[in-house]
């Protein structure tokens, strides 16, 4: 697709919303969605225990910060990472910290990974908060440092470090901040449940954030069959009198609340790969993650607390609660009920992109926007693989515009060359391509491998390299240290000649001395 030139791209991105347009592909999936948005949200009571993974962002585990037996108060620091505030982990509640033990964290590897295990003191005692009271004359440096104290992660899924993104807006200049709210999965929803009960925290949210950032108004994008959410935002917006917050509606296509796509909906232009939505001067953020920004700043609290979605026919009574991060699994699903006799599969996420949990006593984590489980007649019995029949079905369906069929092809047959040049880091995972695929092949699974072996070999080659380097810097001192060497014993041995020339030229002097005064006798 021909890219107009940029500065029509720019005038399309500021006019974002004012039309919607479509993006290539995706599904139109049924959303069973009600089922979990029947009964109002609930918080979960606390735990005898709580598990809570160094590993809830993306990118490297942060290191625990606390030791056994120690004290610690709700929403105190138990985890950092270095000078990266912004992957830092705090305590859901007051307690003492049992022990530091690698468990079952939820993460889509499947690996154990290292918890701070907490048993809480029953006092529910918050750390010394400090909130930004004015915060509308507040410094937006100030704003966004607290965003990074308070280890806010994006809560749409993608867990990304909001404090990264909005430092990276407010150099890049962004004119308008996105609220994802169109959140297309189905079965997932935290997000309309916290748009239905708390609009006025989000509205803060898009207040702060846009402050923090600079951008000049906010787009809410909610899909068009949420109706109770639409009246509950607009109502929040006029008693907030932000008339620069508007809400659009967006037709329900999977995956419509990928970052790009709903950016393509939204301004009828695709982000490039390897661009940023900053490069057409937006920002996107889910709506959760900017409640959880209006609690930082007003309230000086860090994220210790989600949404979660417990749903799918394998459950009772789905509904949504409001957990503590490294609540046990187990006790959302006791509190809506308890399983099925016919519950068969433990999902963390929704159906397309989430990923099957052994174990139901893994932690709630900031990435758990639903706990899905389905009966034995929901999971299809497994097809045996067939080869690609070249159909096209997946490229039909890719939202990225990406030829599925040839990445696998190529990730199988290890050609990483053209698995790059194909584009496989701006797969998004979102299993369209799987779900279409006659031949029942695995296509998502492939493609997380495709990326984990590239990530490896990066990293494998950023060792070379730097290994590369460091020879070539020793090569290089030992030449300097030899050529010094030489230069200090030529420099010794000039001084030595000189001294003997000098000692020579003195017996001469000496010498013609004492034959002057000999001659002279
Ligand atoms: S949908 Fe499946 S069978 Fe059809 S081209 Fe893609 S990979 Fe091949
Ligand atoms: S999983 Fe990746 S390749 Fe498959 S449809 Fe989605 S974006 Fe395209």
């Given at each position: 697709m021909r890219r107009p030139p940029i500065s029509e791209q720019l005038e399309r991105a500021r006019n974002a919303g004012s039309q919607l347009h479509h993006f290539h592909g995706g599904l139109r999936l049924?959303?069973?969605?009600?089922i979990s948005c029947e009964l109002p949200l609930e918080a979960t009571p606390l735990p005898p225990r709580l598990f809570v993974p160094m590993l809830q962002h993306s990118g490297l585990s942060a290191e625990p910060a606390v030791k056994p037996g120690q004290q610690v108060l709700k929403g105190e620091r138990i985890g950092y990472f270095g000078v990266k505030e912004e992957m830092a982990v705090h305590a859901p509640?007051?307690?003492?910290?049992?022990l530091l033990a690698r468990r079952p964290i939820s993460h889509p590897s499947g690996e154990d990974g290292l918890c701070v295990v907490i048993e809480p003191d029953g006092l529910d005692q918050w750390t010394q908060l400090t909130p930004i009271e004015n915060w509308q004359e507040a410094d937006p440096a100030l704003l966004r440092q607290r965003i990074r104290e308070a280890g806010i992660v994006g809560l749409g899924g993608a867990v990304f470090p909001t404090a990264i993104k909005v430092d990276d807006a407010h150099l890049r200049g962004i004119h308008t901040l996105i609220l994802n709210g169109a959140e297309c999965e189905p079965y997932i929803s935290c997000d309309e449940m916290l748009m239905r009960e708390q609009p006025g925290s989000i509205i803060l949210g898009a207040r702060i954030l846009q402050r923090a950032i600079g951008a000049g108004r906010t787009l809410i994008a909610i899909e068009d069959q949420m109706g109770a959410v639409n009246e509950s935002l607009k109502a929040a917006v006029k008693e907030a009198g932000a008339d620069d917050i508007d809400i659009v509606k967006v037709t329900?296509?999977?995956?419509?609340?990928g970052e790009k796509q709903l950016i393509q909906v939204l301004t009828g232009l695709e982000v490039p790969?390897?661009?940023?939505p900053a490069d057409l001067g937006l920002l996107c953020q889910n709506v959760a993650t900017a409640t959880a920004v209006a609690n930082a700043v007003v309230e000086g609290k860090s994220l210790i607390e989600r949404i979660v979605t417990v749903t799918g026919s394998g459950i009772r009574q789905p509904r949504n609660l409001l957990a503590r991060i490294g609540t046990p699994i187990e006790n959302l699903v006791d509190q809506c009920g308890g399983y099925t006799e016919d519950a068969a599969r433990l999902i963390l996420g929704g159906p397309m992109m989430g990923y099957a949990l052994t174990s139901d006593s893994n932690p709630v984590i900031k990435a758990a926007n639903c706990i899905l489980v389905l009966s034995e007649l929901e999971i299809e019995p497994p097809q045996a693989e067939m080869p690609c029949i070249r159909c096209g079905e997946c490229v039909r369906v890719c939202p990225a515009l990406l030829l599925p069929q040839e990445l696998n092809w190529q990730i199988r047959n290890q050609q990483w060359e053209e698995v790059v040049d194909y584009g496989l880091k701006d797969c998004i995972e979102c299993g369209c391509c799987d779900f279409v695929c006659p031949s029942h092949i695995p296509l998502v699974d492939w493609f997380r491998y495709g990326k984990a072996e590239l990530k490896s070999l990066q990293i494998e080659r950023g060792k070379a390299e730097s290994a590369r380097v460091r020879f070539e810097a020793r090569e290089a001192r030992l030449a300097r240290e030899k050529q010094e060497r030489r230069q200090r014993l030529e420099q010794k041995k000039q001084g030595l000649r000189d001294q003997a020339d000098k000692k020579k030229k003195l017996a001469e002097a000496i010498e013609r001395v004492q034959s002057r005064k000999d001659g002279g006798k």
């Amino acid at each position: 697709m021909r890219r107009p030139p940029i500065s029509e791209q720019l005038e399309r991105a500021r006019n974002a919303g004012s039309q919607l347009h479509h993006f290539h592909g995706g599904l139109r999936l049924r959303h069973n969605k009600k089922i979990s948005c029947e009964l109002p949200l609930e918080a979960t009571p606390l735990p005898p225990r709580l598990f809570v993974p160094m590993l809830q962002h993306s990118g490297l585990s942060a290191e625990p910060a606390v030791k056994p037996g120690q004290q610690v108060l709700k929403g105190e620091r138990i985890g950092y990472f270095g000078v990266k505030e912004e992957m830092a982990v705090h305590a859901p509640t007051s307690g003492t910290v049992k022990l530091l033990a690698r468990r079952p964290i939820s993460h889509p590897s499947g690996e154990d990974g290292l918890c701070v295990v907490i048993e809480p003191d029953g006092l529910d005692q918050w750390t010394q908060l400090t909130p930004i009271e004015n915060w509308q004359e507040a410094d937006p440096a100030l704003l966004r440092q607290r965003i990074r104290e308070a280890g806010i992660v994006g809560l749409g899924g993608a867990v990304f470090p909001t404090a990264i993104k909005v430092d990276d807006a407010h150099l890049r200049g962004i004119h308008t901040l996105i609220l994802n709210g169109a959140e297309c999965e189905p079965y997932i929803s935290c997000d309309e449940m916290l748009m239905r009960e708390q609009p006025g925290s989000i509205i803060l949210g898009a207040r702060i954030l846009q402050r923090a950032i600079g951008a000049g108004r906010t787009l809410i994008a909610i899909e068009d069959q949420m109706g109770a959410v639409n009246e509950s935002l607009k109502a929040a917006v006029k008693e907030a009198g932000a008339d620069d917050i508007d809400i659009v509606k967006v037709t329900t296509i999977y995956p419509e609340g990928g970052e790009k796509q709903l950016i393509q909906v939204l301004t009828g232009l695709e982000v490039p790969s390897g661009g940023r939505p900053a490069d057409l001067g937006l920002l996107c953020q889910n709506v959760a993650t900017a409640t959880a920004v209006a609690n930082a700043v007003v309230e000086g609290k860090s994220l210790i607390e989600r949404i979660v979605t417990v749903t799918g026919s394998g459950i009772r009574q789905p509904r949504n609660l409001l957990a503590r991060i490294g609540t046990p699994i187990e006790n959302l699903v006791d509190q809506c009920g308890g399983y099925t006799e016919d519950a068969a599969r433990l999902i963390l996420g929704g159906p397309m992109m989430g990923y099957a949990l052994t174990s139901d006593s893994n932690p709630v984590i900031k990435a758990a926007n639903c706990i899905l489980v389905l009966s034995e007649l929901e999971i299809e019995p497994p097809q045996a693989e067939m080869p690609c029949i070249r159909c096209g079905e997946c490229v039909r369906v890719c939202p990225a515009l990406l030829l599925p069929q040839e990445l696998n092809w190529q990730i199988r047959n290890q050609q990483w060359e053209e698995v790059v040049d194909y584009g496989l880091k701006d797969c998004i995972e979102c299993g369209c391509c799987d779900f279409v695929c006659p031949s029942h092949i695995p296509l998502v699974d492939w493609f997380r491998y495709g990326k984990a072996e590239l990530k490896s070999l990066q990293i494998e080659r950023g060792k070379a390299e730097s290994a590369r380097v460091r020879f070539e810097a020793r090569e290089a001192r030992l030449a300097r240290e030899k050529q010094e060497r030489r230069q200090r014993l030529e420099q010794k041995k000039q001084g030595l000649r000189d001294q003997a020339d000098k000692k020579k030229k003195l017996a001469e002097a000496i010498e013609r001395v004492q034959s002057r005064k000999d001659g002279g006798k």
